[in-house]
Antibody, heavy 117, light 106 residues
Framework: EVHLVESGGGLVQPGGSLRLSCAGS????????MTWVRQAPGRGLEWVSI???????YYADSVRGRFIISRDHSQNTVFLQMNSLRPEDTAVYYC???????????WGQGTLVTVSS | EIVLTQSPDFQSVTPKEKVTITCRAS??????LHWYQQKPDQSPKLLIK???QPFSGVPSRFSGSGSGTDFTLTINSLEAEDAAMYYC????????FGQGTKVEIK
């Protein structure tokens, strides 16, 4: 059974950094497309970043240059390093598995990131 | 950026009624359109992929149609457990989501 568990969220000051983790089970992270999607409080879904099977990475304009997606095969985990955080980055961050870099078929439960002084 | 516009934003429906949600893309996206359901305090769940293909385990009352710029999610004979937010999502050029449609049970 495919399962995703995010961790690493919390309260951080503007300008600070945070690293989110997403541990997969029931499948191999490095042979799948893995993505991060966020949802600000009371708002809709916003795609953030994706890592392809070949290792190529892509980012939304709103986070490019500040966030870095990566993965570790030995831990079967995907990461999101978030730097220069802004209040508008406050959201629940979900990781999800992508199928053919198209739809997202399995999602984690999310981890809340709050950027505030 | 491809913009997806859903309508309506909100729908209040009685059980067993039929629900129709539309999603319009700002440019032709073929059939690269997917639908998700998100219940309160839960993560999104995939319902329909590539406009009309139901995802594994999704009840048969959920169906999708459309291509190009206009798409529809239909819930036949609404059940109380279908109260949720519904989002469309395109993967033709980068990835974007519609603003969501809230379905409430009367």
């Amino acid at each position: 059974e495919v399962h995703l568990v995010e961790s690493g969220g919390g309260l951080v000051q503007p300008g600070g950094s945070l690293r989110l983790s997403c541990a997969g089970s029931g499948f191999t992270v490095s042979t799948n497309y893995m993505t991060w999607v966020r949802q600000a409080p009371g708002r809709g879904l916003e795609w953030v970043s994706i890592i392809y099977i070949d290792g190529n990475t892509y980012y939304a304009d709103s986070v490019r240059g500040r966030f870095i997606i990566s993965r570790d095969h030995s831990q079967n985990t995907v990461f999101l390093q978030m730097n220069s955080l802004r209040p508008e980055d406050t959201a629940v961050y979900y990781c999800a598995r992508g199928d053919y870099n198209a739809y997202f078929d399995y999602w984690g439960q999310g981890t809340l990131v709050t950027v505030s002084s | 950026e491809i913009v997806l516009t859903q309508s309506p934003d909100f729908q209040s429906v009685t059980p067993k009624e039929k629900v129709t949600i539309t999603c319009r893309a700002s440019q032709n996206i073929g059939r690269s359109l997917h639908w998700y359901q998100q219940k309160p305090d839960q993560s999104p769940k995939l319902l329909i992929k590539y406009a009309s293909q139901p995802f594994s385990g999704v009840p048969s009352r959920f169906s999708g149609s459309g291509s190009g710029t206009d798409f529809t999610l239909t819930i036949n004979s609404l059940e109380a457990e279908d109260a949720a937010m519904y989002y469309c999502h395109q993967s033709s050029n980068s990835w974007t989501f519609g603003q969501g449609t809230k379905v409430e049970i009367k």
